[in-house]
């Protein structure tokens, strides 16, 4: 059994920053693809930003230069800096992974719960 587990969202000013925390636990042979995505009220879910074991990353355009996401490849752990945010960054942030469990034969997209962010004054 796999899960991930986020920590770090809440209430910011407009301006502000928040880091986001995943770590990812249980029977995991081995990670690929992390990243973050995001949903707001009444949207789809959109991708923020991901990153490859190897540290490749790729941003939504809307974040370039705001976020920074960052991996611990040895604890399954992903982070997302975010700096400058906008009231159109608030929405429910979730943490996701690619991995292949233990005895798995593929890999497989895990999801967190989910953490609020909201930026407003």
């Known amino acids: 059994q796999v899960q991930l587990v986020e920590s770090g969202g809440g209430l910011v000013q407009p301006g502000g920053s928040l880091r986001l925390s995943c770590a990812a636990s249980?029977?995991?042979?081995?990670?690929?693809?992390m990243g973050w995505y995001r949903q707001a009220p009444g949207k789809q879910r959109e991708l923020v930003a991901d990153?490859?074991?190897?540290?490749?990353?790729n941003y939504a355009d809307s974040v370039k230069g705001r976020f920074t996401i960052s991996r611990d490849n040895a604890k399954n752990t992903v982070a997302l800096q975010m700096d400058s945010l906008k009231p159109e960054d608030t929405a429910v942030y979730y943490c996701?992974?690619?991995?292949?469990?233990?005895?798995?034969?593929?890999?497989?997209?895990?999801w967190g719960q989910g953490t609020q962010v909201t930026a407003s004054s």
């Open positions: 249980g029977s995991i042979f081995s990670m690929h693809l």
């Open positions: 996701n992974a690619h991995l292949i469990a233990t005895f798995g034969v593929r890999v497989t997209e895990y």
């Open positions: 990153i490859t074991s190897g540290g490749r990353t």
